[in-house]
């Protein structure tokens, strides 16, 4: 499952990745996304949670590289990923050469509290 909230004083898009993520579920999630970054600004963060992720499947990297994109066109400025366990991480850093043309500042934290302070929060 794939959980899309935003805060909209905070300019913050937050994308938590649940159990064992599908394929199927990204078209959901991205119809979520862009109803959230409706309340948003350019200049947005995005912090994408993997700490409850199970697995996901090599036919989700498509996927992962489309809400990259959307994203990459919505304005974000600040991409904070909080991967606990780095043999979760499907190859993000590759994927971000291919998906983000305006380049964020994109860093990613096994701590959460890290995270937060990468988020300013």
Do not use: W
């Not at 649940?18 to 991205?30: C, D, H, L, N, Y």
């Not at 979520?32 to 499947?57: H, P, T």
């Not at 990923?81 to 500042?105: A, V």
């Amino acid at each position: 499952m794939l959980l899309v909230t935003s805060n909209k004083r905070r300019q913050l898009l937050n994308v938590r990745f649940i159990g064992q993520v599908q394929r199927e579920e990204f078209q959901t999630a991205r119809e979520d996304m862009a109803a959230e970054l409706g309340a948003l600004s350019r200049g947005f963060r995005y912090l994408a949670d993997f700490s409850q992720l199970d697995s996901m499947g090599l036919d989700c990297v498509p996927e992962i590289g489309r809400v990259m994109e959307l994203l990459d066109q919505a304005g974000a400025s600040l991409t904070v990923r909080f991967i606990p366990d780095p043999s979760k991480d499907i190859g993000m850093n590759i994927l971000t050469i291919f998906h983000y043309t305006k380049r964020p500042q994109i860093v990613a934290h096994q701590n959460i509290l890290d995270a937060a302070k990468a988020l300013s929060l």
